[in-house]
């Protein structure tokens, strides 16, 4: 799956934290995870910590873009007269 074709919902993600939330509220002191879980639980997260890595790499781009199309303008006042 590539970076961009993330999709908006990651079960693996999302049923984690329904296991956590679930775990705090029955006080709970821990989670297991299945092997299978654990590694979809990294797949997802490498996609996120890339695609947020490339957005900040995209973000810092277009904000260089942004700083060196930015023109000085001087405004010189003289007073004028009466």
């Known amino acids: 799956m590539s970076q961009n074709n993330i999709p908006e919902r990651l079960g693996s993600v999302e049923r984690i934290i329904q296991r956590v939330t679930t775990a705090e509220k029955t006080n709970q002191k821990e989670i297991r995870l299945t092997l299978q879980e654990a590694k979809d639980l990294i797949t997802d997260l490498a996609l ?25 303008i001087n405004v010189q006042m003289d007073g004028g007269t009466f």
């Open 48 to 72: 996120i910590t890339g695609r947020l890595g490339k957005t900040i790499e995209e973000i810092h781009v277009k904000l260089d873009k942004l700083n060196t199309t930015t023109q000085e």
